[in-house]
């Protein structure tokens, strides 16, 4: 017994004595030459010193291996160094990579997300928003709400507010939006430019702006060319795989000729494919396909989807580093490239009948 106790007690020593020989921010101080204070305040991206003083700081860290305390740093500058983000759907392909490009640019800035789904519904999205400034996160970057403008004003007069998908000005509100109109005039000239004239469209959730721009756009390109609008053409979707396939079963269901297709998202455009693969219709020889956002299986479909290049990625960081310029005091500024149009093998000429 008395030998399970020394080693009961010496394990307990270790684990003391391993904890008390973490490096201070104090010790790097000392080992820099430097104060305790010009060390935080270099670790917190706020210190004006000598490029002398802060490779000194940086070469103690590395030689001590001290590791930060976040939640100390974060504390000691009144901040949690944590930045919440409201999607909409969080196994989404296409805000899955929109987050991504939010947690990249975060994390280099010592700044960790907390992610939570509106799901499309505002009095949802005002509980996300509302849980999150409970956690005191430091900034909200909200990705394409339901919610109206000024509750997204009102907010950002509490706390840093970054949001998609809108053409907003507030203060302490930066709004980054996409051109979608003429997304949608890319994709619709694309088609006619091709020869072909009866151009289906299936329209994505009419509560979105975005998806009424992408309308816009379809319209505006249609009568550019002198090819009249068809309502009877133009199918209801919600943005979602099964919404395209049921859109272009509704058409073909209709007997209205058409010769192809505009999806508003890459999403319905891969359930408008498989619509058309059940009706024994190929794309692109009976009927051409193109989509909108260039998802990452767009390139991997068969035949690979022509679509609006939409780069979600990019958002995400630019949404991020909007938010990190926003805590600084800075005014951001950076902007969305505008869409460009990729053409790929599931559109062609129509054939001739």
């Known amino acids: 017994m008395k030998t399970k106790t020394v080693a009961r007690v010496g394990r307990k020593g270790g684990a003391a004595a391993q904890a008390d020989t973490r490096v201070t921010l104090e010790q790097v101080a000392l080992a820099a030459g430097v104060s305790p204070s010009t060390v935080s305040r270099i670790l917190n991206g706020t210190a004006v010193v000598a490029d002398e003083k802060r490779a000194a700081v940086d070469e103690a860290i590395a030689r001590l291996g001290f590791v930060p305390n976040p939640v100390a740093r974060g504390l000691a500058g009144g901040r949690t160094l944590s930045v919440g983000v409201v999607t909409q759907t969080i196994d989404s392909p296409f805000f899955g990579g929109a987050l991504r490009g939010v947690e990249d640019e975060l994390s280099r800035a010592g700044y960790s997300p907390l992610f939570v789904s509106g799901h499309w519904n505002a009095a949802h999205e005002t509980r996300c928003i509302d849980m999150l400034r409970s956690r005191r996160v430091d900034g909200i970057i909200v990705l394409t709400a339901r919610l109206g403008d000024s509750a997204l004003a009102a907010y950002a007069q509490q706390l840093p507010l970054v949001v998609t998908g809108r053409q907003l000005k507030a203060p302490g509100l930066y709004a980054l939006n996409f051109d979608n109109f003429e997304g949608g005039r890319l994709a619709t000239q694309h088609l006619l430019d091709l020869g072909h004239r009866r151009i289906a469209f299936i329209a994505g959730d009419p509560r979105h702006p975005d998806a009424k721009e992408r309308l816009r756009g379809y319209r505006a390109a249609l009568l550019a060319a002198g090819v009249p609008f068809e309502q009877d053409l133009v199918a209801p979707g919600q943005y979602t795989e099964d919404s395209g ?109």
């Open 245 to 353: 396939r049921m859109a272009v079963e509704r058409l073909l269901d209709s007997r209205e000729a058409f010769t192809a297709i505009f999806s508003a998202n890459d999403q319905m455009a891969f359930g408008a494919a498989l619509a058309l693969h059940r009706r024994h219709l190929r794309v692109p020889d009976d009927v051409s396909l193109v989509g909108f956002d260039d998802l990452a299986g767009a390139l991997y479909t068969v035949p690979p989807l022509s679509t609006v290049h939409h780069p979600v990625y990019e958002l995400g960081q630019i949404a991020g580093a909007a938010m990190l310029q926003l805590l600084a005091g800075e005014q951001p500024t950076a902007r969305l490239p505008p869409p460009r149009f990729i053409a790929r093998e599931s559109s062609r000429e129509p054939r001739q009948r």
